[in-house]
């Protein structure tokens, strides 16, 4: 599977890895999963080092519909995304300009400084729509 996720409820932690190519059909499932699992408010590290995203600019925006209805009832927690690739780098832009989310989101070139991040953020007081 191109993407797959750990959720840790005790941590209030996801670890999302991609590789190879994902589509949105992989990205609507993982945020149904976090939804249904209540974890859209966790701190979420995705790393998409390996990852090739394959989307057009319809499915961008229906990622941002589906998001819109997501953060309209549900918080959503800090995200740090991992990768190094143009592509990679492109796409996490197109991603945070259609978020409605007003939560904190970076890009790192590794998982240490992600994870780092991730933790201050935790850290720090954070609002319904952190």
């Known amino acids: 599977m191109p ?5 840790d409820h005790a941590g209030k932690f ?12 992989e990205m609507e499932a993982h945020f149904d999963a ?22 057009s600019d319809a499915d961008v ?5 589906r998001l819109s209805a997501y953060t309209a009832t549900l918080p959503s927690g800090p995200l740090a ?6 592509l990679v780098w492109s796409t996490f832009k197109r991603f945070v300009n259609i978020s409605p989310s007003k939560r904190p ?3 790192f070139p590794t998982v240490d400084e ?4 991730l933790k ?7 609002g319904t729509n952190a």
Not at 14 to 25: D, F, M, Q, S, W
Not at 61 to 65: F, P, Q, R, S, W
Not at 81 to 86: I, L, P
Not at 114 to 117: T, V
Request: charged share 20%.
């Open 34 to 55: 976090l939804a249904v699992a209540n974890a859209m408010g966790y701190a979420k590290l995705f790393e998409a080092t390996d990852a090739r995203p394959v989307y």
């Open 81 to 86: 995304v991992v990768g190094t690739s143009d």
């Open 120 to 126: 201050e953020q935790q850290a720090g007081p954070r």
């Open 61 to 65: 925006l229906a990622m941002g519909a």
């Open 114 to 117: 992600a994870r780092a991040w």
């Open 14 to 25: 996801v670890h999302i890895v991609a590789e190879g190519p994902v589509t949105l059909k």
């Open 3 to 7: 993407l797959r996720w750990d959720i």
């Open 105 to 107: 989101a970076k890009l």
